[in-house]
């Protein structure tokens, strides 16, 4: 039988992207791909990251995540998911533990992050300094200049778009700024084509951007590993990098996904702070039947 099984979970969101929280903490339970895709394809447990709480590394730090995609690859990097983890560890009555002032410092594969409580709902995420250079994205081959970097959807002469803008907030992006609205794209048809793109030798995120003010950004993203997602944080806070190193707004903005808004500032020590609300929708237990018959 799979350790995993009865274990429990909080199942929450963040801005419309589904999440899992899994603690693991005290035990040497590690998540296999084939668990996480089992325990993504179930109804009860659905997500677009799973979120799995570890034991902490690094002194200090207040413990160590896990974070999995719905197709069982690990990410470095979800501030949606983070900010989830942030009101588990501090509110869920079993999995809190004492914090001082509601903040949190968590370690992933990416580094680490710290969260801050705002409002009972609301936490903000320090999600560290944005990496720009083409090999730390990474990107297939140089480009100088990842601000604009060679790659289009459609006819050479007239692209459904083109251009895109490459950035890593622990995981790697690519964002297309268009000047109409992003739901008149097909991004479930163009998304996996992109991610999949041998010019990101790790696959990427691909975000469709408008900018609607000089403070306000609408967004959609094709997120690497899950699909089409109702927000994405890291995307979020790569759009408006992305958007600001174009000049085309500030260092701050507030950006609409499908699933709801979310606060990004790209503050002058480079780090992007990334401010939004979580809910809880209820929690559950891994029933012992979604991991029969699996090899890990």
């Known amino acids: ?25 005290g035990t040497s339970i590690r998540v296999a791909s084939a668990e996480a895709r089992a325990i993504a394809a179930d109804a009860h447990s659905r997500f677009d990251q799973l979120m799995v709480v570890h034991d902490p ?3 200090g730090t207040d413990a ?15 501030g949606n998911g983070t900010r989830c983890v942030g009101y588990a560890l501090l509110d869920d009555p079993a999995m809190a533990r004492p914090a001082e002032n509601g903040c949190l410092t968590l370690e992933t594969k990416a580094g ?36 604009r970097i060679e790659l289009q959807v ?35 048809r163009i998304g996996p084509l992109l991610e999949a793109h041998p010019i990101f030798p790790e696959r990427a995120n691909i975000s469709i951007a408008q900018v609607t003010s000089r403070d306000t950004i609408k967004l959609r993203v094709w997120e690497r590993g899950a699909g089409l997602t109702l927000a994405c944080g890291t995307a979020a806070c ?25 606060s990004i500032e790209w503050r002058a020590d480079d780090h992007v702070l990334m401010t939004g609300p979580v ?9 012992p039947d979604l991991f029969a018959g699996l090899d890990g």
């Not at 350790?3 to 603690?23: E, Q, S, W």
């Not at 692209?159 to 609205?181: C, K, Q, T, W, Y």
């Not at 809910?279 to 029933?287: K, Q, R, T």
Request: aromatic letters at 8%; charged letters at 25%.
């Open 154 to 188: 459609g006819p050479i002469d007239d692209p459904i778009l083109h251009s895109p803008a490459a950035v890593s907030m622990g995981n790697p992006h690519a964002i297309f700024f268009v000047e109409r609205d992003p739901d008149t794209f097909d991004l479930g």
């Open 64 to 78: 160590f995540m896990r974070i999995y995609n719905t197709d069982g690859s690990e990410s470095g990097a979800c």
């Open 1 to 25: 039988m799979s350790p995993l099984a009865n274990r429990r979970f909080l199942k929450m969101h963040g801005a419309g992207n589904a999440i899992v929280v899994l603690d693991l903490r």
């Open 57 to 59: 590394v690094t002194p």
């Open 238 to 262: 790569a759009t408006v990098v992305a958007a600001a190193r174009l000049r085309m707004i500030g260092r701050a903005a507030r950006v609409t996904l499908p699933g709801g808004e979310l």
């Open 279 to 287: 809910f809880l929708e209820g929690e559950g237990s891994f029933s």
């Open 112 to 147: 680490l992050v710290a969260v801050k409580r705002v409002t009972d709902r609301s936490f903000t995420v320090d999600m560290g300094q944005p990496r720009l250079r083409w090999d730390e994205i990474p990107l297939a081959e140089p480009f100088p200049d990842t601000r």
